[in-house]
């Protein structure tokens, strides 16, 4: 039996879709809560996620590898972040099946619980001059455990506001919750910008753990606001027909049976929005000081650059409802492809103002227009009894260029004598791809999501 609500992007629709002009799927008030909720774990998971980018690029190096040269303990560290990219599938693969099968809520409950303790414990690791070489084993473990938490988080996250949305605002709110990453980021940024400011033994001694302690906080604060939200309505709905039908749902073996399309084409659109985080957010902030840059300058300067992202991701959401998700996205992919090569003479010229515009340029313009109706284009893929399984992988697996970015990058800079023209045009050729890639997906903002109920009796 199949109850259909409309077409979702990559499967073929049994008839013309249809814009939802009815009623919300959940009551006003809990499309709020579940929306502030949403921003409030994006907020943690990208603190704590990011957090570990910055420190990656200006800290880890000496404190965990200080037995390599500066250039080898810079790759070094940013192989660490890497580590928390390519384990991301296995969290989306886990917390995807648990999801689809058990429940969203108590899902990203233990995603985000996992999240904030992981990066707690980092501020309290011993380092290479403690305990040698089990410091950055150490680290690389809690590095995982962070991958596989933020691999279940995003597409859970995403996919509950957008299951709660009404259809025809579902860019705009599934946007709202999306801005919790740069809220994130801008605290993270803000953070490690004010411990930079202490004198570089304080800094590596005992300065650079505050932040990551402080993710203990926050943690309190996010689970206080989504233990008080409701379970997503079209996975309630779910379950009543499978227990009114003796279903037994196998999320992962049909996702890669009757979705490999639409999984291709998620992986795909997903690799642009987090190849921008981690380009200004780890490789950036490392390139502008290593040409002369302040560390406190060029982490506020990016802090800054999340703050104004803040309030354009929902604005690119709500484009992305009235103009389309596919013109918003391309609009952003080829604005990457134009501005990739000024933002390394911005900071290749010294110059602080230009340091300021380029980071906010491309952070705060640019990249949500990419990954602002992300959200929503993922959910509008797949059917609910698959959506947190496909939403997730689809996400992660992309993210994982993302996280090999930085060490490819500062490989490009060592071929390239310290320029970063290799690294730029890698980036514009991904963009260009990503802007192909993108008008072969069919069109779906307006469109009801999908609650397929096709899996096999027991």
Partial sequence: MTVEEGPALGHKAEGPASPAVDGDPSPPGEVRRVT???????TIEYYDFILYGSAAALIFGPLFFSNLSPTMATIASFSTLATGYLCRPLGGLLFGYLGDKYGRKPTLLATMVLMGLATGLIGLLPTTSDIGIWAPLMLIALRLTQGIAVGGEWGGAALMTAEHAPPARRGWITAIGQA??????????????????LPSEQLLSWGWR????????????????????SESPLFEELQRADNSQRTRRRPVSTLFRDHRAALLRGILVSIPPSLMVTLVSSFCVSYAV????SRSTVLTAVGVAFAAAIPTNPIYGHLSDRLGRRPVYAAGTLAVAVLVFPLFWAIDSGSTFWLFVAFVVAFALVAPAIGAGLAAVLSEMFTTSVRYTGVSMSFQIGAIVSGLFPVVATSLLLLGDQRPVWVAVLVLVIALLSTLVVTTIRESSGTRLTLDITEEIR
């Fill in 36 to 42: 502030a909720s949403t921003f409030a774990g994006n």
């Fill in 180 to 197: 919790g990453q740069p809220s994130g980021g801008a605290l993270a940024m803000g953070a490690m910008a004010l411990v930079a400011l």
């Fill in 210 to 229: 505050i932040p990551f302690l402080v993710s203990f906080a926050l943690l309190l604060i996010a689970l206080y606001m989504r233990v008080r939200i």
């Fill in 290 to 293: 290593g040409v002369g840059h």
